[in-house]
């Protein structure tokens, strides 16, 4: 069986079996070999003893990114589907080295295939599978032409960061992507736009949950004067956004919004204000020196949507009780 499914692949790699108008008889066929090749050759089962299985299994793992990413023709999606259970077989294969993961890395991130993109990279030790990729992902992340793919890439951004417990990865997207991550959040949530609010409410969700994982990340070190510097240094950067956030959309019976009423949405200033309370609670000393760095226009801003965030909304219109707010943090930690 394992010289017959390698027969049908090697002449599917070297472009024998025409993909284009492939009949459904040949197609079942090629899935067959596809799917079969996974259990043979990466679940113990292969009785290979010619000392070529390390190639072999490299080379069906490039057969399955070369096939996911059309590199043969416009690959019919029954196969596509056998394809990737073959890629998810030959990811875990200890022979497939990592520079070939790394160019899969960046074919898949290239393409926006970003299932297939945090497969690999999730795969690849240390930080090597983000690194080979990040200009790619920067380059998704401001193509504002394919608003599908931005909001893809970064929720598949925040997903991958969330299965990682090395905070190594959360300073390289931070240091590498924070920027454009949040002009993102800036550009669909904080200025005027036609987008729809579904879209603009996942980005800002998306957005916040992968600035908690940073944070969560930050915070999990020993304490330090280092660790408070970058804390209020990343508090600050994001807090500015946030800023914005909350006056364009405004929150309930607290701020009336400044941005066009069409658009603007409160919720999407409350989901700001929530995460404000949050970094406030998890880090005061980096939140205040944070807040002490701002302009007194934003710094009143953050003030604002704290204690209201705090009181439950209670207030209404702009006449919230003024409350310390250094009171209202010391009883948070």
Known sequence: QNTTTLSVLSELQDGCIDLNG??????????????????????????????????????????????????????????????????????????????????????????????????????????????SSVDLIRKALENESDRANQVESLSILRKYLQTKSNKVEAYLVMNELGGSILIQLQKYCGEQNEISIELRQRVCAETIRLFISVFQHLTSESPGEDLDLRLSNLLQACCGIFVEVIVYNGLPNTMPPQGDARYANPSLGRLCAQTVVHVARGAPLPFKTCLNGMPVECRGTLETAVRAEMSGYSGAGGSLPRVSLSSKLHRLK
């Open 22 to 131: 492939i009949s459904s008889a040949k197609e079942r066929v090629v899935v067959f070999c596809l799917q079969s090749a996974a259990k043979l050759f990466f679940t113990g089962l292969s009785v290979e003893s010619d000392g070529n299985l390390g190639k072999k299994e490299s080379a069906l793992f490039n057969l399955s990114v070369g096939l996911l990413c059309n590199r043969f023709a416009n690959t019919p999606q029954n196969i596509k589907e056998a394809a990737l259970i073959l890629l998810k077989a030959s990811t875990a294969s200890t022979n497939v080295d990592e520079k070939e993961k790394q160019a899969a890395v960046r074919q898949f991130s290239s393409l926006g295939l970003w299932s297939e993109w945090e497969m690999i990279s999730s795969s690849i030790s240390e930080t090597l599978g983000l690194l």
